[in-house]
Nanobody
Framework: VQLQACGGGLVQAGGSLRLSCAASGGTFSNYAMGWFRQAPGEEREFVAAFSRSGGATYYADSVKGRFTISRDNGKNTVYLQMDSLKPEDTAVYYC????????????????WGQGTLVTVSS
């Protein structure tokens, strides 16, 4: 199974982007799915996630109210809608899959996509 993230780009502050993460060769319908990001010189951090059942969503405080995670099980795709973007949202964004219950710890996720760069200009 591979995760392929795309949708990053350059956007002005206040703008929007939608990231996609498609699973090929498998499914994530029984896994927790998360989005993480890593800014230059920083550690990778949690952004948002779905519970294993897909019935609950979780967000980092820094993106709550601005970002929305969603999923389409039929397309094996998870999305991250990012609105009201700020320069501090600039980072490489990764999607990841975790067996079992949701958590926000990076080390608990065992399958990662390659990342997509989001740059927010001021």
């Amino acid at each position: 199974v591979q995760l392929q993230a795309c949708g990053g780009g350059l956007v002005q502050a206040g703008g929007s982007l939608r990231l996609s993460c498609a699973a090929s060769g498998g499914t994530f319908s029984n896994y927790a799915m998360g989005w993480f990001r890593q800014a230059p010189g920083e550690e990778r951090e949690f952004v948002a996630a779905f519970s294993r059942s897909g019935g609950a969503t979780y967000y980092a405080d820094s993106v709550k109210g601005r970002f929305t995670i969603s999923r389409d099980n039929g397309k094996n795709t998870v999305y991250l809608q990012m609105d009201s973007l700020k320069p501090e949202d600039t980072a490489v964004y990764y999607c990841a899959r975790k067996g079992g219950y949701y958590c926000s710890e990076t080390k608990e996720y065992d399958l990662w996509g390659q990342g997509t760069l989001v740059t927010v200009s001021s």
